[in-house]
């Protein structure tokens, strides 16, 4: 396939080639990777390391598709051609003019997505691997909520969120592929039905939050929410009418972990570590909506805080008890620093199984540290056990595990 220059129908794009495997009809062998956070805290593409090397890592395992769970551009990191390193040395950063500043327009916006697709990693991966898309805050500006006001922060001239938000959306629409909702098209979550073993829903943890707060309420309603009654409702029809095998749950944000926003709580979890509040009053009715009926074999895989660890949510060790056992497992960053580890709120039980993340009083690693991570889940056509295996930038196994379904 070539592309054709329609200001010189003479000129032809050099001949690109791409590939993508349909989801199977009948039991086979499932294979993905995920993981998230691209070009953030100022670590962009360094021609000296060969790129994002990450994404040949990915492509390595040849894929079915890769689950991208959010934080795709960093629109509200601008790139300096060179960043100082703990050493001494100097780590180098392609630049355009689109990453000089914070994204305030739509060219700008656009200009992010196109600046990852300068790393040829990034191109020959997009070429081999079909892609599942989500996004977080880093897409419109950094810990983004609907009603949010941009308030001591001089790098923003355009001062509305609601025009930011709605830039960052065509934009985002424009560069990562998705099926088009005629009903809604600028809606993210949906259901990715992939054969009989797998079903993959994909969350939007951005668009229907209330604002980012530490008043945490007992009794739900808008302020609470973070996924919002209706994409709720829409999650629980959709994984009572699954007839797959595994219901793999893809969440920008982790449940468990404490992410901070000032004062605030910018992720689920608050802190409180008794019955749930605020947020976790939806977390706690859907997960005791997932018990009540039966639906087996849910697990959660999301990013967002830049290392990597996999939790299993045991409701023995809970405060909030009405739910089943799941795992959860966190990957990422796959170019961007590297921060952690969080705390853990014990409402649901959380117990760490695996963590890799910097030294305390480290933050912000550089790629070149070596603290990038994605996961990968392969899942056995004959006995359908799902493996999942955290993974770091080299391909090596950090951690595996092996989960047998229910019958």
Do not use: C
């Not at 070539?2 to 050099?14: I, P």
């Not at 630049?95 to 020959?124: C, H, P, Q, W």
């Not at 709580?265 to 005791?288: C, H, M, Q, V, Y």
Request: avoid cysteine.
């Amino acid at each position: 396939m070539s592309f054709e220059d329609l200001g010189d129908l003479n000129s032809l794009s050099e001949p690109l080639i791409g590939r993508f495997r349909t989801a199977p009809a009948d039991k086979r062998d499932v294979s993905f990777v995920w993981g998230g956070d691209v070009v953030g805290q100022g670590w962009g593409i360094n021609p000296d390391l060969g790129g994002m090397t990450i994404f040949k890592a990915m492509a390595g395992l040849e894929p079915d598709f890769f689950l991208h769970s959010g934080d795709s551009i960093y629109a509200d990191g601008p790139l300096a051609a060179e960043k100082d390193l703990p050493d001494g040395s100097k780590w180098k950063n392609l630049v355009i003019e689109e990453k000089s500043k914070v994204a305030e327009t739509l060219a700008e916006y656009r200009g992010n997505y196109k600046y990852n697709l300068m790393d040829e990693n990034l191109r020959a991966f997009n070429a081999a691997v079909p892609m599942l898309a989500q996004w977080d805050d880093h897409e419109t500006r950094n810990n983004w909520y609907p009603r949010q006001i941009i308030g001591n922060d001089d790098r923003y001239q355009v001062q509305s969120l609601a025009l930011l938000s709605a830039y960052s959306g065509r934009a985002f629409h424009d560069y990562m592929p998705m099926r088009i909702d005629q009903q809604n098209p600028e809606r993210v979550y949906r259901v990715i039905r992939y054969g009989p073993l797998l079903d993959v829903f994909m969350l939007d943890m951005r668009s229907y939050r209330g604002d980012n707060s530490k008043d945490l309420q007992a009794t739900a309603g808008p302020d609470t929410a973070f996924m919002g009654p209706e994409q709720v409702n829409w999650l629980k029809r959709e994984l009572k009418a699954s007839r797959a095998v595994w219901k793999a749950i893809a969440a920008d944000m982790p449940i468990g972990l404490v992410v901070p926003d000032g004062d605030n709580f910018e992720a689920i979890a608050n802190k409180e570590g008794g019955p749930p509040l605020g947020r976790e009053l939806e977390i706690a009715d859907l997960l005791s909506f997932i018990k009540q009926n039966g639906i087996a074999n849910t697990v959660w895989f999301t990013a967002d805080v830049h290392y990597a660890a996999a939790h299993f949510y045991d409701p023995n060790q809970a405060k909030f008890q009405d739910f089943e056992p799941f795992w959860e497992f966190v990957s990422g960053p796959l170019n961007a620093g590297t921060f952690g580890p969080n705390e853990l709120d014990p409402t649901f039980g959380p117990q760490i199984k695996f963590i890799k993340a910097p030294e305390p009083g480290q933050s912000n690693l550089a790629p070149s540290a070596g603290y990038q991570f994605f996961g990968h889940v392969r899942i056995d056509a004959v006995n359908a056990a799902m493996t999942v295996t955290l993974k770091d930038m080299k391909n090596q196994d950090l951690y595996r595990v092996e989960l047998t379904p229910a019958v």
